[in-house]
């Protein structure tokens, strides 16, 4: 027996969700949708590998219910309607080079992050700052919408994010200038990270997040094969097969990344 259930995700920053086990692709957000659900206990997605830190049940007699531990952020108990309310929480990423940070696929340019709000807990999110490429670190959102992330990952202890135990987790990322006057192109931009501007000057002020390539670009539509790699200790490292392309120094305090050959 299956009982007429609706969720409510429409608050919720994210343009789609999954059901796992009930939707066999990603469902709108942006519309209250409406599922025939058998008793049971059922979980929530919101998007490839991240699973929300709470589940939801349709009792015996087709109502809502859930654990009290939830209540700040689901409503609609004992009705045929889940409402997700979500926690009043952001995600401020405009210190970084970009368009921002992508948190869930499918990709579109309206799922990159520059300042977003209200989501879901979840003890493992990850986020790109260009496509395709997982920045390297991860970090969680607790039942009671505070962040967490590594004591190194501080800025206070020199690394790249601030909010540890707050409901503002802001993306700093680290800085570094690009040189690539050098390199006999027509400018720069750093591949892959989305929505960088080919600058013509061949110089480049970026706030990367630690991932494990970026490349030059220095002419449209040819990536060339000078990369370089930053962990989340903040350290620039010139990719080994990169040596003689590339050089790292120091310029006024701010690390450089400097192109020695063409390109």
Wanted: overall charge negative; hydrophobic content about 45%.
């Amino acid at each position: 027996m299956t009982f007429p259930v609706k969720i409510d995700a429409t608050k919720l920053m994210y343009r789609f969700f999954i059901i796992p086990g009930v939707t066999s692709t990603w469902v709108d957000s942006r519309t209250v949708q409406s599922f025939n659900l058998a008793p049971g206990t059922y979980s929530f997605q919101v998007g490839s590998g991240y699973y929300a830190d709470f589940s939801f049940i349709v009792t015996a007699t087709g109502v809502i219910d859930y654990s009290s531990t939830f209540s700040s952020f689901l409503s609609g108990r004992g009705t045929s309607t889940l409402s997700i309310d979500g926690l009043q929480v952001t995600l401020d990423a405009r210190y970084l080079s970009g368009s921002g940070v992508l948190l869930v696929v499918p990709l579109t340019d309206a799922d990159w992050i520059s300042f977003a709000t209200v989501m879901v807990p979840a003890s493992y999110y990850s986020v790109q700052q260009g496509s395709g490429e997982v920045a390297d670190f991860s970090f969680k959102l607790g039942v009671d919408g505070h962040w967490s992330y590594s004591a190194a990952y501080d800025v206070g202890a020199g690394g790249f994010l601030a909010g540890n135990g707050t409901s503002t987790l802001t993306f700093f990322g680290y800085p570094v200038l690009v040189d690539a006057r050098a390199a006999g192109g027509a400018g720069v931009t750093i591949v892959p990270i989305w929505g960088m501007p080919f600058n013509t000057t061949s110089v480049e002020y970026v706030c990367l997040l630690p991932a494990a390539s970026f490349s030059l670009l220095v002419r449209s539509g040819v990536v060339s094969a000078a990369s370089f790699a930053l962990a989340s200790n903040g350290t620039f490292s010139i990719a080994p097969g990169s040596t003689s392309l590339l050089a790292l120094d120091t310029f006024h305090g701010l690390r450089r990344i400097s192109a020695i050959a063409p390109l």
